[in-house]
């Protein structure tokens, strides 16, 4: 397994959450398939991969395009966040990602920019001891435009008070990829560094 390491121009860094420095996909798998399975959708992890990096509500218009259904994409959005919400203890570290970060703490400026809820990005800090490491998060709450826009990079650049040029975004999707390029900056696909199994019994 490569070792993580940081791009020597970067001057801040800034961290997707989830599959990047928290490995909550297994959590956000389990919310999905728990709920969507009333309404009669099979939701197993190759359908999963193909919505990563899109938020809950947007994954339920996505499921209702694909099979038929007619699910409130608000409501069962936010039933999807509930059930996520009731198992999230179960989440663990993805250590080569947070180790980088426990590194430069205290070195470059630091944030977390996320797709999730704001109230639930901070308890996932919280669970897995990372709310200390960081003082800047914008999550969906905080921006118009969801990832692959690069709004959430580029609020984290702003309050960090770093040229979106000198930032190194750390993410594990394509989207988050693409919404770091998109803002002029310098991108590490994270999941070259561990392995995630979705789909077992968590």
């Known amino acids: 397994m490569k070792i993580l390491e940081i791009n020597p121009k970067a001057k801040a860094l800034i961290f997707d959450l989830d599959g990047t420095l928290a490995d909550t996909m297994p959590v956000h798998f389990w919310a999905y398939k728990n709920i969507v399975s009333e309404y009669g959708i099979d939701f197993t992890p190759e ?3 193909t919505l990563a990096g ?6 339920i218009e996505k499921l209702n395009e694909q099979f038929g259904t007619k699910m409130d994409a608000e409501l069962v959005g936010h039933l999807k966040e509930d059930e996520y919400e ?3 203890h179960k989440m663990k570290p993805i250590m080569p990602v947070v180790e980088l970060a426990k590194k430069y703490h205290g070195k470059l400026p630091m944030a977390v920019g996320t797709g999730g809820y704001n109230r639930l990005a901070w308890k996932t800090m919280k669970i897995l001891g990372l709310d200390k ?6 999550s ?3 921006v118009t435009h969801a990832k692959p826009h690069p709004e959430t990079f580029l ?5 960090l008070g770093v040229d979106p040029a000198d930032c190194e975004v750390f993410e594990d ?4 990829i693409q919404a770091a390029k998109a803002g002029g900056m310098m991108a590490t696909l994270v999941t070259d560094y561990y392995k995630v199994t979705v789909g077992e019994e968590i």
């Open 86 to 88: 009731k198992i999230m």
């Open 133 to 138: 490491y960081f003082d800047v998060l914008v």
């Open 140 to 142: 969906s709450n905080e």
């Open 54 to 59: 899109i938020p809950a509500v947007g994954t």
């Open 155 to 159: 609020k984290c650049a702003e309050l």
């Open 173 to 176: 999707a394509d989207l988050g």
């Open 47 to 49: 359908l999963f991969a």
